[in-house]
């Protein structure tokens, strides 16, 4: 009777359980501000106050995420990625009448999902991904009411209804169908809620939805007033300050993306990462300051390891040089393009695709570019001003140039002389490569769909998706699908 009661004892103290408990919190508060090493340290701690609690596995898989996903290292890749199987593994010991079983399962399959995307591993990723979806669905099934759940199903259901034509593969193959419309309306359910828990997870839910809202909603300035209203700390949350930098870099507001950047947190404590290079050399060549261009995206290739945009900063590079008229630099510098880097991105196939081709942009559109590209549309004009169609004697130059003037009147709200040199556009390049046609229909939608006409707006759209084989097409087909799915109520 006494060896039974030993071996009870036993027995029951190696139970698994998941606790998200106050250190657990803690640790989770730390690593979602990419103060990683505190957050590794505090789970640490909750593992020692109880060894069997399966949470801090979840919370390493978020540490090695965040460090794969930003810094793409080869190396930390090799040491990393095997532990999300070893992880997936244990994290299924626990009681299956706990909300966190398949919550802790679905979210170390995402989190392994969308690293093995960045590193190229499509074909892992898209199982991962399927699979995490399933879980979710089954956890919300079986526990309606757990919060969490609605953060994760609803992005899923969102990214999964706008997933572009070169991706469909990955949903057709898989099974998955998705709602733009109920996805976003869950999302925003979270993000409202009063539930303790999601106040808990609001970093992760603060650093998801604006970007869902920019690029899946076309919602840009709500996006970003969003990071305003929630009063979302852009000093000491460095996932809060990439996500706001970047967005408003891709929203042209250079000048408010260089301050956030530069006004973050210093300390040593956070996640070391090349991006802050990175964005700042894009503020700074948006404003044609291509010495501090330069400086900064040669900090960021110095010490990047990955793969992803990185022919797109030797791009930017090289056109610095090219702009400052040191053409052997700038063509010293193009020579990487060819050597180095991915091209899952469209930023990177089109910036080898320009590399290959041997040509240089005209000197006088790529500064007008650059500068609408930063937000600042009234130093373009002034550089396009007076020029015409004829003074452009390529069929691409007056192509760009009937594009560049359209996109300054859009930011300038000059909507009609817009819609009027976008319709130009699509008429010389609908059957060209540059993407400049297809943008142009994307732009004319957003227009019609912002003044409430949907059917039009629809119908640019389509325009949109159906040009084929030109630059930036993945891209461009999700937003358009996106489009037409908001018009829908889809």
């Not at 036993?10 to 090493?37: G, H, M, P, R």
């Not at 999902?113 to 079986?142: C, H, M, P, V």
């Not at 609408?372 to 130093?379: E, K, T, W």
């Not at 004829?390 to 000059?414: C, G, N, T």
Request: glycine residues 6%.
């Amino acid at each position: 009777m006494f060896i039974f009661c030993l071996g009870h004892s036993a027995l029951c103290s190696a139970e698994k359980v998941y606790d998200f408990n106050s250190t657990c919190l803690q640790a989770y508060q730390e690593i979602t501000k990419l103060k990683i090493s505190s957050g590794l340290a505090l789970i640490e701690k909750a593992r020692q106050q109880n060894p069997d609690n399966l949470i801090p596995l979840l919370l390493e898989s978020y540490a090695d995420f965040y460090v794969l996903f930003l810094n793409e290292d080869p190396k930390e890749f090799d040491l990393r990625y095997p532990r999300f199987a070893e992880r997936y593994a244990l994290l299924q010991e626990g009681p299956r009448n706990s909300p966190f079983y398949y919550y802790c399962l679905s979210l170390s399959k995402l989190h392994r999902a969308g690293t093995a995307i960045k590193f190229g591993r499509l074909w892992d990723g898209g199982w991962d991904f399927r699979k995490s979806y399933q879980l979710i669905k089954e956890n919300r099934k079986q526990f309606p009411h757990f919060v969490p759940n609605e953060l994760f199903y609803g992005s899923l259901q969102a990214v999964i209804g706008t997933i572009p034509k070169g991706y469909k593969w990955i949903a057709s193959l898989f099974g998955m169908r998705g709602s733009l419309t109920e996805g976003m309306r869950i999302v925003r359910g979270f993000i409202n809620s009063n539930d303790p828990w999601a106040k808990a997870f609001f970093n992760e839910a603060a650093f998801m939805y604006p970007y869902l809202l920019f690029y899946l909603e076309n919602k840009k300035e709500e996006a970003l007033v969003f990071t305003q209203q929630r009063r979302l700390d852009l000093v000491n949350n460095h996932l809060h300050t990439y996500m706001a930098a970047n967005l408003a870099i891709n929203n042209k507001q250079s000048e408010y993306a260089k301050n956030v950047i530069l006004n973050r947190n210093r300390s040593d404590e956070y996640l070391k990462t090349g991006i802050w290079d990175f964005e700042l050399g894009f503020t700074k060549i948006y404003h044609l300051e291509t010495q501090e261009a330069a400086r900064h995206l040669e900090n960021f290739l110095a010490v990047f390891k990955g793969k992803f945009y990185v022919r797109d900063a030797y791009q930017k590079l090289s056109w610095c040089y090219y702009l400052q008229g040191n053409q052997a630099r700038a063509e010293e510098v193009r020579k990487n393009i060819l050597k180095r880097g991915g091209t899952d991105a469209d930023a990177d196939k089109q910036a080898l695709k320009d590399a290959r081709s041997g040509k240089w942009p005209n000197k006088l559109l790529l500064r007008a570019r650059l500068l609408s590209d930063g937000g600042y549309a009234i130093d373009a004009a002034a550089l396009l001003q007076g020029k015409t169609e004829d003074d452009f004697d390529l069929e691409e130059e007056k192509l760009e140039f009937a594009y560049r003037v359209a996109r300054i009147y859009d930011d300038l709200h000059r909507e009609d002389d817009a819609i009027r040199n976008y319709l130009i556009a699509i008429r010389l390049g609908e059957h060209r490569q540059e993407y400049y046609a297809a943008r142009a229909a994307l732009q004319i939608g957003q227009i019609y769909e912002k003044r409430g006409q949907k059917a039009l707006a629809i119908s640019y759209y389509q325009k949109c998706l159906d040009m084929d084989d030109h630059e930036y097409k993945d891209s461009l087909d999700q937003k358009a699908k996106s489009g037409i799915a908001r018009c829908k109520g889809e």
